[in-house]
């Protein structure tokens, strides 16, 4: 969920970058919640006016539909209500976009 939420909002190069504003309350763990790969999971941003369509096409293919919050600003926000407690993730899209781009670079050795 994170580095999805991550790749969404700042993890490109030459694009616009986007904010967002996220809660989201769980029964799993932090760690689980935030990277787990178990269970198929989309994230879809859309207009609020596409809300009742995107509802219906969830509930037409039995999927279940959370609301996380709201796009737009330069941070990406994320309070995550969890087994453990609360955590709260704020992060400056520019910021996020800097440890991104070069990473695997640094990340072995090379300049980025």
Same mark, same amino acid.
């Given at each position: 969920? *994170?580095?999805?939420?991550?790749? @969404?909002?700042? @993890?490109?190069?030459? %694009?616009?970058?986007?904010?967002?504003?996220?809660?989201?309350?769980?029964?799993?763990?932090?760690?689980?919640?935030?990277?787990?790969?178990?269970?198929?999971?989309?994230?879809?941003?859309?207009?609020?006016?596409?809300?009742?369509?995107?509802?219906?096409? @969830?509930?037409?293919?039995?999927?279940?539909?959370?609301?996380?919050? %709201?796009?737009?600003?330069?941070?990406?926000?994320?309070? *995550?209500?969890?087994?453990?407690?609360?955590?709260?993730?704020?992060?400056?899209?520019?910021?996020?976009?800097?440890?991104?781009?070069?990473?695997?670079?640094?990340?072995?050795?090379?300049?980025?």
């Amino acid at each position: 969920l *994170l580095v999805a939420l991550a790749e @969404c909002a700042a @993890c490109h190069p030459g %694009k616009t970058r986007v904010g967002a504003t996220l809660a989201l309350t769980t029964d799993e763990d932090a760690t689980r919640a935030s990277f787990g790969e178990g269970g198929a999971r989309v994230l879809v941003s859309y207009p609020p006016e596409a809300h009742a369509a995107v509802e219906a096409t @969830c509930l037409g293919a039995g999927a279940p539909l959370t609301v996380m919050g %709201k796009t737009g600003g330069d941070r990406l926000a994320l309070t *995550l209500n969890h087994s453990g407690g609360r955590t709260r993730i704020d992060l400056g899209l520019a910021d996020l976009h800097a440890a991104w781009d070069g990473a695997l670079e640094r990340a072995v050795g090379l300049n980025a």
